[in-house]
């Protein structure tokens, strides 16, 4: 499975000419895609609640030049009931969003294959009926290199300024160890 002597075909079809595979992987059967909806649903809920505070006391200030305090208490409800729904609908929409681009992440996870070579690290997705995806990462490409250990040796390796990752792969430390030693 991991590190075997036969390559994967996914793999050895991608590899250049005269090119040898270091390590090969494929994520673990508990991978998971990073969960930000707590996140998101935070950001909305700031948002909202500092955009119906501020943005009607602002527009308020800017359009009176002597403002009553009766008038800028009707200023702040309208924009404590109007605003709150704006920031709330475009929240969805990008959380729906996200939610969609995680689904599609997480039906890929199967079909995903790593592997590093002696000239490049490859992230290869082939979904069934399709022809292959595949992410290259050349050395000076990898910097940063961040490990996330979990149980038994597992874990994830994020690394480079376009985010890759090898999601849930066994000896985790072993697989980072080669990537900084191919930095």
Request: glycine share 8%; proline share 7%; net charge positive.
């Amino acid at each position: 499975m991991y590190m075997q002597q036969q390559i994967d075909p996914i793999i050895w079809n991608a590899l250049q000419a005269g090119e040898q595979v270091r390590w090969w992987g494929y994520p673990g059967p508990n991978a998971q895609i990073s969960n930000i909806r707590k996140k998101l649903l935070l950001e909305a809920l700031i948002g909202g609640i500092c955009g119906a505070v501020l943005f009607p006391l602002v527009i308020f200030y800017l359009s009176h030049p002597r403002p009553s305090l009766s008038s800028m208490l009707v200023a702040l409800v309208i924009g404590m009931v109007f605003f709150p729904l704006i920031i709330l609908g475009r929240s969805l929409y990008g959380y729906r969003r996200v939610l969609r681009r995680e689904a599609a992440l997480r039906n890929a996870l199967p079909y995903t294959r790593y592997a590093i070579t002696d000239r490049r690290v490859l992230i290869i997705t082939q979904m069934p009926g399709q022809s292959p995806s595949i992410m290259v990462y050349h050395p000076h490409e990898l910097a940063p290199i961040k490990r996330v250990d979990q149980a038994a040796g597992w874990g994830d390796l994020s690394f480079g300024s376009r985010r890759g990752r090898f999601a849930n792969i066994p000896s985790v430390g072993y697989v980072e160890q080669m990537l900084r030693s191919f930095q």
